[in-house]
């Protein structure tokens, strides 16, 4: 099986130039671990309500028509993946985003889907 091969050769200073900033392995493996966190779609509701406000379990699962049981699974997923973080107010603990970068991410992707 040939290979595609750009009939000009290649271009070495565009590969030095990326080679020179393109970031470690493990950094990219990370970043496409992080991408797989928002590839669900009851996540990424979620992370639209989050952004909207701060809730607790049983308001996230009456918004999004689920089981408390089912959002507190996902609630996991989003917080082992520093995307969510928890507070407790008495008896109860109340969902945030955990930074701006969530939910930029979540708007450059929705920015993207509707373009």
Do not use: W
């Not at 701060?54 to 689920?66: F, N, P, R, S, Y």
Request: with cysteine.
């Amino acid at each position: 099986m040939e290979e595609n091969i750009c009939s000009c050769g290649v271009h070495e200073d565009i590969v030095e130039k990326v080679a020179k900033v393109m970031p470690d392995e493990a950094v990219l493996y990370d970043a496409a671990e992080l991408l797989k966190v928002f590839g669900d779609s009851t996540r990424i509701r979620i992370i639209f309500v989050l952004g909207q406000s701060e809730l607790c379990v049983c308001d996230i699962a009456k918004l999004l028509g689920m089981t408390q049981s089912a959002i507190s699974h996902q609630l996991r997923v989003l917080k082992q993946a520093r995307l969510v973080k928890a507070r407790r107010s008495g008896k109860t603990i109340f969902y945030s985003l955990c930074d701006d970068h969530v939910q930029k991410i979540f708007y450059c992707a929705m920015e993207h889907v509707m373009e």
